[in-house]
T-cell receptor, first 119, second 116 residues
Framework: DVKVTQSSRYLVKRTGEKVFLECVQD?????MFWYRQDPGLGLRLIYF???????EKGDIPEGYSVSREKKERFSLILESASTNQTSMYLC??????????????????FGNGTRLTVT | QQQVKQSPQSLIVQKGGISIINCAYE??????FPWYQQFPGKGPALLIA?????SEKKEGRFTISFNKSAKQFSLHIMDSQPGDSATYFC???????????????FGKGTLLTVNP
């Protein structure tokens, strides 16, 4: 079974702090994604990566950056945390190449999430 | 901008009833439509998916109906069970511009409660 591990289940940070959310997958997947989940807003894509050292902006990248130095690890960085970044953050991974993300050949495998509270 | 619109936001169904969740999209570049199921404390997991050249896909008690001309698709859960209580997300896959890779755009989710 694919395992996507997010380093923290709960995190509390202060406004202005630099925050790192870590995600590791164990299936040699090329593609990795960061989503945030908010009640009534669903899952919104923040950033994604199709290869080591590559990154693409998602739908809501403002206030975030990412790092992918190794294939199995994808980090989300909040440069200066703000209260409106309080949310559930979900990391996901999938096979790469030209496979459609979300299909049975290349389903998104999610971690269990990190609930971040910024006070 | 919500590219995949999902309704209702919440749904309560009696055990044995039919649960119906609807989604609509505008962008005709979407080319695959999966549904994800999320239980409390867990990440979403792929439940069922459909290609746009198929009008219906059935897997057990779960069926996707797809209307390409109306740009709408829906999830039907027959004989709903308390164990089906979860949040359901419709999604749409689209090629990332300029590349050969894809990304998923999700709807806002529907919280389904099946009463015993």
């Amino acid at each position: 079974d694919v395992k996507v591990t997010q380093s923290s289940r709960y995190l509390v940070k202060r406004t202005g702090e630099k925050v790192f959310l870590e995600c590791v997958q164990d299936m040699d997947h090329e593609n990795m994604f960061w989503y945030r989940q908010d009640p009534g807003l669903g899952l919104r894509l923040i950033y994604f990566s199709y290869d080591v050292k590559m990154k693409e902006k998602g739908d809501i990248p403002e206030g975030y950056s990412v790092s992918r130095e190794k294939k199995e690890r994808f980090s989300l960085i909040l440069e200066s945390a703000s209260t409106n970044q309080t949310s559930m953050y979900l990391c996901a991974s999938t096979l790469g190449g030209n496979l459609r993300v979300g299909t049975w050949n290349s389903p998104l495998h999610f971690g269990n999430g990190t609930r971040l509270t910024v006070t | 901008q919500q590219q995949v619109k999902q309704s209702p936001q919440s749904l309560i169904v009696q055990k044995g009833g039919i649960s119906i969740i609807n989604c609509a999209y505008e962008n005709t570049a979407f080319d695959y439509f999966p549904w994800y199921q999320q239980f409390p404390g867990k990440g979403p997991a792929l439940l069922i998916a459909i290609r746009p050249d198929v009008s219906e896909k059935k897997e057990g008690r779960f069926t996707i109906s797809f209307n390409k001309s109306a740009k709408q698709f829906s999830l039907h859960i027959m004989d709903s069970q308390p164990g089906d209580s979860a949040t359901y997300f419709c999604a749409a896959s689209i090629r990332v511009s300029g590349g050969s890779n894809y990304k998923l755009t999700f709807g806002k989710g529907t919280l389904l409660t099946v009463n015993p």
